[in-house]
Every structure is written in C-alpha cells, then in structure tokens.
C-alpha cells in the first residue's frame, strides 16, 4: 500500500526557516519522482517543487516564488524526501502536501503558518 506522510509544519516567523519531512512507503523509492505541492487558504493548490529519481541539481525543480529560498532533498535510506524551506514569508502560510505522481496518491499535509 502506497503511503505517503508530511511532517515538520507550525507557526514560524517571517525570515525563519523550517524542514517538512514526508515519509513515504508502499513503493520502490528511489524509482520515483516525490513532489511538494502547497494550498494557501482561498487559493488553488500550486506545485512547489520536485525531485527525481536523483538528488543532483538536475534531478530537481522549484516553482518560481521559492528558488533560492527552498531546497528539495531525498534520503534513500531512510524512504524521506525533505523540504528545506528558508527566508519564509507571510504567503509561505498554506498546507503543504506530499505527492507521488506515479500513483497520483497525496500525503494528508501539514501547515505551515507565517504571520505577517
């Protein structure tokens, strides 16, 4: 069974810097692509970045609001993509969620609030 689980979310302030964890299992891991994607309240859920079947820079991309802010990372060993998220900002606030393209199956999400 394919679970996927986000971790890591709470309240910081703006400038600081927090880690979502997703634990994943159910799946070959180092054979798929992991994806975060983010849902702010009153907005559509956006794409936020991504990461292949390797953690090289080639093998990631990043929606435009957060490059150079947020860094995608994988650990094979432990089944644990990793979202390193820096300089956070008050339109940071929204549920991030984990997401397996090769099975469209989505974490339950986490949230992360920024106040301004």
């Known amino acids: 069974e394919v679970q996927l689980q986000a971790s890591g979310g709470g309240l910081v302030q703006a400038g600081e810097s927090l880690r979502l964890s997703c634990a994943v299992s159910g799946f070959a891991f180092d054979d798929y692509s992991i994806a975060w994607f983010r849902q702010a309240p009153g907005k559509e859920r956006e794409g936020v970045s991504c990461i292949s079947i390797t953690d090289t820079d080639g093998g990631t991309w990043y929606a435009d609001p957060v490059k150079g802010r947020f860094t995608i990372s994988r650990d094979n060993g432990r089944n644990v993509v990793n979202l390193q998220m820096n300089d956070l900002k008050p339109e940071d606030t929204a549920v991030y969620y984990c997401?397996?393209?090769?099975?469209?199956?989505w974490g339950q999400g986490t949230l992360v609030t920024v106040p301004a």
């Open positions: 997401y397996l393209p090769g099975f469209d199956s």
